[in-house]
């Protein structure tokens, strides 16, 4: 039942006098037309026009006149609101295209880089955990470091060391094996190769041994050679000797260089029990009189082990099984 405005009386109808102060109330409006001048009627939507809704929120001081607050101060409700018609709504100008905003984006320069570091799933390329290295020194190992990594045998107690340093005025991170037994590799596209140097190709580990050519020491003085003209520098023979805990096999490779992978078809050296080695792995090779190795572009990777080095880029480092990335740069292709 309606109620009066002035008084707050019950009325008996929506129009009419109040029977408790004399107002005069007017007729209510229904909500699906309105009667305008001249007798005709005018819907307030347009024919099959959607409905909107919109949220209103009452004053802060929704008291009527009579002092009593009809309303909580909190209390909204959905309103409907009316379409508005085309012929009254103003032309869409078009849109004109923006230049783009190259500037970019704030990074600090008054404190060190903030590099993270990720230590990749199983059977991940890209995706793991991920640590941010904001310590001056941040220490990897299986017992105790700023990372523990618990489940690998092959790491030791404590294995390596991310440090930060000062070059030239700028910060450089620099990652230093700590005596581990068992080695830390970075995986590389190219390095050179010296006696003893250690290996990763896809999963197995290899040691380069050098076999030098014979000196001038090694030749008979009373035989003659023969002149060539200026002789070109030549690699001593290297062998790959496969570590493994039963017998170690060894690779023999001429101053022609070998390819090395799974294809029988395009390598010259094919390790057998891989499954981790590609078509075409990598490619050894004599350039001057100095043995190196390059990555054909692997699956997984070609590796060295190192006592440090400096990460002035995005790098991955391998200690045991477990493989990491060091990342400088945000273009990553991880989502991190």
Known sequence: MPACPVCNASLLSAGGTCPACGSVMPPRETAASRQVAGGTRVATAGAGAPPRTAIEVFPEDPAGRSGRNLRRQDEAKETMLEPVPHSVRPPREPLEPLEPDTTPIFRPHRRPPVPRLVALDDGQLLEGEVWR?????????????TIVIPNDPDISAKHLEIASVRVEGETRWRLVDLNSTNGTFVRVNRAPLADGKE??????RYRVRLTSPPGPADQDIRSTRSFHGESSPTCPTLYLELLTPERQPQFRIGS????????ASQCDLVPTDDPYLSPLHARVSCVGDRWQIEDAGSVNGTWVRIDRV????????QIGEQRFRFLLSRDDNAGL
């Open 310 to 317: 400096t990460l002035d880029q995005d790098a991955e480092f």
């Open 133 to 145: 290295v904001r310590r001056a020194r941040t220490i990897i190992g299986r017992v105790e470091g």
């Open 199 to 204: 290996l990763i190709l896809a999963s197995h």
């Open 256 to 263: 022609g260089g070998a390819t090395i992978g799974a294809d």
